[in-house]
């Protein structure tokens, strides 16, 4: 589905600050795969996020998605193909416009543009019984504008509409990191459902590592731009947290000594 086949991307280059950030990764997801990235600071989670989106050109390799080669497409022409959830709740989202009114543009992402009312009732609808879902309230709220909304709300809004229209891959960038312990596992909760009820394809970097042996099928570790663990099968399920720390520091040649990588 999703085939990541040597991908290079160097910062910086030919500076004192040169830093290779991705160094000829190589990963491949299957039709349903929910895969969880975890690694240190630095070890190009985002930066692979990053050049799967197009935010970027990466300097050699290739990605493609279902056999289409989207390695030289721009990140507006990957639209249809990828959605994306950030870490800051205020990223996806338009404060100043209502809910109705975000959850249109996501609506029609990617899709050909033409002269037609703003927002029609059958999209209305839809958009009440998909904010029912979320179980917030915001079913009542359509034209309340976004700012008025807490960032667990904005980020359970932005979830719904990186899924509103059902993307090829999803990817999820620590989208519960900058939330309260209980908001995070509400928006964790919602997006287990709805990933399982779409069987959508995803990407979720965290830095809890109970988190990444608990949710999706697949945990992958990252260290100095690569993928030194690919974990998934039987041995995720009887995996612990400390032999993945041993599984690491076995693999890298050093110690994980970030505290946010051992939140359990």
């Known amino acids: 589905m999703l085939n990541v086949h040597e ?16 160094d000829k990764v190589c990963l491949q997801l299957l039709p349903n795969d929910f895969v969880t990235i975890i690694g240190s600071n630095g070890a190009g989670k985002s930066t692979l996020l990053n050049a799967i989106a197009g935010n970027f050109l990466v300097d050699s390799g290739k990605i493609s998605i279902e056999g289409i080669d989207i390695t030289r497409l721009p990140a507006h022409k990957r639209a249809g193909l990828i959605s994306r959830v950030f870490q800051d709740p205020l990223s996806g989202t338009a404060a100043s416009m209502t809910i109705e009114e975000n959850l249109i543009m996501a609506f029609r992402r990617g899709k050909v543009r ?27 709220r359509l034209t309340h504008r976004v700012s008025l909304l807490s960032g667990g709300q904005r980020q359970a809004l932005t979830l719904l509409m990186a ?33 399982e009820q779409q069987k959508l394809t995803t990407l979720m970097i965290t830095h809890n590592l109970d988190h990444a042996l608990t949710f999706g099928n697949r945990t992958i570790m990252m260290h100095e731009g690569r993928v030194i663990l690919d974990i998934k099968g039987i041995e995720r399920t009887d995996m612990t947290i400390s032999r993945l720390l041993e599984m690491f520091e076995k693999a890298s040649g050093s110690h994980m000594n970030n505290d946010r990588m051992i939140l359990a």
């Not at 090829?168 to 287990?192: G, N, Y």
């Open 7 to 22: 991908v290079l991307k160097t910062f910086n280059q030919g500076t004192i600050n040169q830093k290779i950030a991705l």
């Open 114 to 140: 033409r002269l037609r009312p703003a927002i029609g009732s059958k999209e209305r609808d839809l958009f009440r019984v998909e904010l029912e879902k979320l179980g917030l309230g915001l079913e009542n």
């Open 163 to 195: 899924t509103l229209e059902k993307p090829k891959l999803l990817l999820l960038d620590e989208h519960t990191a900058a939330l309260d312990p209980k908001t995070a596992e509400k928006v964790l909760e919602l997006t287990c459902g709805v990933t």
